[in-house]
T-cell receptor, first 113, second 113 residues
Framework: DAGVIQSPRHEVTEMGQEVTLRCKPISGHNSLFWYRQTMMRGLELLIYFNNNVPIDDSGMPEDRFSAKMPNASFSTLKIQPSEPRDSAVYFC???????????FGPGTRLTVL | KQEVTQIPAALSVPEGENLVLNCSFTDSAIYNLQWFRQDPGKGLTSLLLIQSSQREQTSGRLNASLDKSSGRSTLYIAASQPGDSATYLCAVRRDSSASKIIFGSGTRLSIRP
């Protein structure tokens, strides 16, 4: 198995632009998670899906952030419009069940200028 | 509100030494606790997961213990090697709902050859 796949690995954009991060979970996993990691705040859960349905998005910072999971093998995290304070590493993780071991992707390092 | 603390933030020891990493949490009502490893520029790799009913878990040179009543967990690394250099994070899940997972800020471990 290739593990959790994220793209792009690095993204540099200008303030106000739309950013879309992509994730392909491990095949057969039913739960998918989006995290954000910064030096100041550490690792924070943004949203998680179970069987493609968003279960808890209370960690999504504001309306500029949205996430979708149209099928079991693909999810997106979109920021529109992006701001410099959104600069962080965004991780996607998946697990067989919501309380099982999570397997993390390599992350997308986002820089908003 | 659950808070997870890891002290020290950084630790440097010579190769071959046994060492202990600490994790403390404020709310003892947890579902499980997990230790992760993060290498620079990479995602998180799960090392050990301890259910609330368990006292410890072992994998190779790693041993994790859990004392719920005192709100503490330790990760013991035996015969440390330079390849063990990484950041180690602990994460606490309050219940079977994944949205309640809280990460510590991590301990950056450096093993000197």
């Amino acid at each position: 198995d290739a593990g959790v796949i994220q793209s792009p690995r690095h993204e540099v954009t200008e303030m106000g632009q739309e950013v879309t991060l992509r994730c392909k979970p491990i095949s057969g996993h039913n739960s998918l998670f989006w995290y954000r990691q910064t030096m100041m705040r550490g690792l924070e859960l943004l949203i998680y899906f179970n069987n493609n349905v968003p279960i808890d998005d209370s960690g999504m910072p504001e309306d500029r952030f949205s996430a979708k999971m149209p099928n079991a093998s693909f999810s997106t995290l979109k920021i529109q419009p992006s701001e410099p304070r959104d600069s962080a590493v965004y991780f996607c993780a998946s697990s067989f069940g919501s309380a099982d071991t999570q397997y993390f992707g390599p992350g997308t390092r986002l820089t908003v200028l | 509100k659950q808070e997870v603390t890891q002290i020290p933030a950084a630790l440097s020891v010579p190769e071959g030494e046994n060492l202990v990493l600490n994790c403390s949490f404020t709310d003892s009502a947890i579902y499980n606790l997990q230790w992760f490893r993060q290498d620079p520029g990479k995602g998180l790799t799960s090392l050990l997961l301890i259910q609330s009913s368990q006292r410890e878990q072992t994998s190779g040179r790693l041993n994790a213990s859990l004392d719920k009543s005192s709100g503490r967990s330790t990760l013991y690394i035996a015969a440390s090697q330079p390849g063990d250099s990484a950041t180690y994070l602990c994460a606490v899940r309050r219940d079977s709902s994944a949205s309640k997972i809280i990460f510590g800020s991590g301990t950056r471990l450096s093993i000197r050859p």
